[in-house]
């Protein structure tokens, strides 16, 4: 079996995780990943812990897939091999500061002399205009400046990061579905174009639901911790060992609820007979149903809700998720050979074809481990 | 200027959010989205508030671009239709319960007998495979399986739900990915096939750093508020009006710190000299910082930080960020014209290419109001 990318070669200047996760997905894809390092130091997110033995966890998970090469940008011999090697490629992929490639002659007007056919895809905080377009940003501004900290957090108290790094990783998707639509474009044109992906947009987009009610109502979008703004109850609530998330949206469903809960008075009680009712008494149901909820463990009340046919889980830590037959089932997890950490656990790709690879096959590379290697297959042709 | 997708035809018969946003995608880049829907009810999302003039300002966002035709796939007249358009389509969408698009012989191997190119995109909760495959999953349920919630909120405070519908658009995203990345195969062998995406896989993907961490470590990462695992401080402070987050992981950074709060003696106070120390007296640097913080408004430290060259940002609620100059200049916000609920603003694509066009063209379309003009424009040639 093949891979959907195969024969796709990518010039990956990007460093740390939006540009990396990007290439990262084209890699599992099957795309030929060529990531250009500095001398001695290599991507930063190289010396980012935790470590196994070693080796950064967070450099390999994400650069997995792919080959190193070593080359000095700073030097002309440096910047020399990579327009040479940009000449042979069909994507380059970039998150330097806007001007840095121009100032190295590695910008897209420069590359596409050579290689008209190239896809030039920069990823920045801000994108390549606007006034913010020079300022730093990291994953805790984007996550800080689009709004969605503004929305994630208890009602009343302090806005909290996403816990995962959604500012990078929302605009390293889009980020790849952008090189992926601009290869489309190029097999019906012959030619290549430049991207330009912003963190920033990016988060925007994301958060369209957001935008849209503070458009079409002026409410601006509160904290709501694990509540839904229109369904109640839809949210999670403390068990005598853990949480369990659970939703009542219909009638049928909060009667049903409050059988499950061994509450049946509560069906009658006024305060809660429809949606509407139950969301101008929110603070009264959760105390009713807070209390009923801290009496049994999460599995208890899952066997319970499910028997009752309420939709419900558990929320789960990494390491329960890690164990959960769904996620063994699926492969997320796989095992990968390291030369010098050993045998590690990666999170796989989620995308799986049907007549076709896709994946986790050798672990994240060396610094320079491949550049002779590279030089060779694809400037000797 | 063209769009990427052009002459790209997407049959679409997906529902609420996952689907229709990787298709609103698609359709932004200049695809021809066919949103296939049931008689008199629709996409239940059309019932969705908050309403603009009668119309559902959920639906609008996610289906501007699109165009809409009714079809009753509980009769066999209507499968019929279905099938024959998918024998002129490029791309299926699909987010049915595993095993329902079979029933209606309107499954890959059906519809692939009498069109080989076709590529087949199921998106569901758990996949097409595993224990989980046949529970039913929203959201909060992703996000509280895949281990999202349990890394948000306070530390040492209950669980949050990511304020967007991350576990949803996680699924679109890598959507998006496998269907592009299957247009790209098919330029090379000719042949379409199906993409079997779990929203729950997509979710986990997007966590390989937590997991990352919980398998080097062996310690189940905990919800941290805004701070970051290993940087001390980064994170947000409550200032007289607002907060602020700010970044300090230099010795150098931190000094500079200091004196940005007129508070030199920390600079030699031994708790904090250091990222190691900081991160021992977490208490008490945030004791220490909190209160200086909140004698000045957010802008007000922002002018100071950046002075003192320390990474900063306003945490912006959607309303700050709706009138941020930057996604002004982005024009990340755009007004639609809708024949029901007026003129709309809308979020708008973050894709940004140098050859070609993308973005919002047109509203969403009202239930079936293109059903006779797609028969005739896909079905005649």
Chains 1, 2 share one sequence.
């Not at 795309?31 to 470590?51: H, L, W």
């Not at 509560?266 to 105390?287: G, S, Y």
């Not at 209390?291 to 809700?305: C, G, N, S, V, Y």
């Amino acid at each position: 079996m093949s891979y959907p990318l195969e024969g796709l070669r990518v010039l990956d200047f990007s460093w740390f995780l939006a540009g990396p996760y990007a290439t990262m997905i084209l890699a599992d894809l099957g795309a030929d990943v060529v990531k250009v390092e500095a001398p001695e130091r290599g991507d930063p997110s190289r010396t980012a812990g935790p470590f196994a033995n070693g080796v950064s966890g967070y450099f390999l998970s994400v650069n997995r897939n792919k080959r190193s090469i070593v080359l000095d940008l700073k030097s002309e011999a440096g910047r020399a091999r990579a327009a040479k090697l940009a000449g042979r490629a069909d994507v380059v992929v970039e998150n330097f500061v806007p001007g840095t490639m121009k100032r190295w002659g590695l910008d897209y007007a420069t590359l596409a002399e050579t290689n008209s056919r190239l896809i030039y895809a920069s990823c920045t905080g801000f994108g390549q205009t606007g006034p913010r377009a020079l300022e730093s940003a990291f994953d805790l501004v984007i996550q800080a400046l689009a709004g969605t900290m503004s929305i994630t957090g208890e009602a009343g108290a302090a806005p909290v990061r996403v816990g995962n790094s959604i500012g990078d990783l929302g605009g390293a998707l889009y980020l790849t579905i952008g090189i992926l639509a601009a290869l489309q474009a190029r097999h019906r044109t012959g030619r290549g174009q430049a991207l330009d992906l912003s963190m920033m947009d990016a988060q925007v987009a994301l958060l369209e639901n957001a935008f849209m009610r503070y458009f079409v109502t002026g409410e601006t979008p509160a904290r709501l911790g694990s509540r839904h703004p229109l369904i109640v109850p839809f949210q999670a609530f403390p068990t005598s060992d853990g949480y369990v998330v659970v939703t009542a949206g219909t009638e049928a469903q909060w009667g049903r609820l409050c059988e499950a809960l061994g509450a049946s008075e509560l069906k009658e009680d006024a305060r809660f007979l429809t949606n509407t009712a139950r969301r101008q008494n929110i603070p009264a149901l959760e105390t009713e149903l807070s209390a009923r909820f801290k009496t049994r463990t999460t599995d208890e009340w899952l066997e319970i809700l499910r028997d009752h046919e309420i939709p419900c889980a558990p929320i789960q830590t990494i390491a329960q998720a890690a164990s959960d037959p769904q996620i063994a089932a699926r492969e997320m997890i796989v095992n990968v050979e390291d030369a010098q950490a050993g045998t590690q656990r990666i999170v796989n790709t989620p995308l799986r074809f049907s007549e076709m690879q896709s994946g986790v096959r050798t672990s994240a590379p060396q610094l320079g481990e491949h550049t002779d290697e590279i030089l060779r297959d694809w400037l000797a042709e």
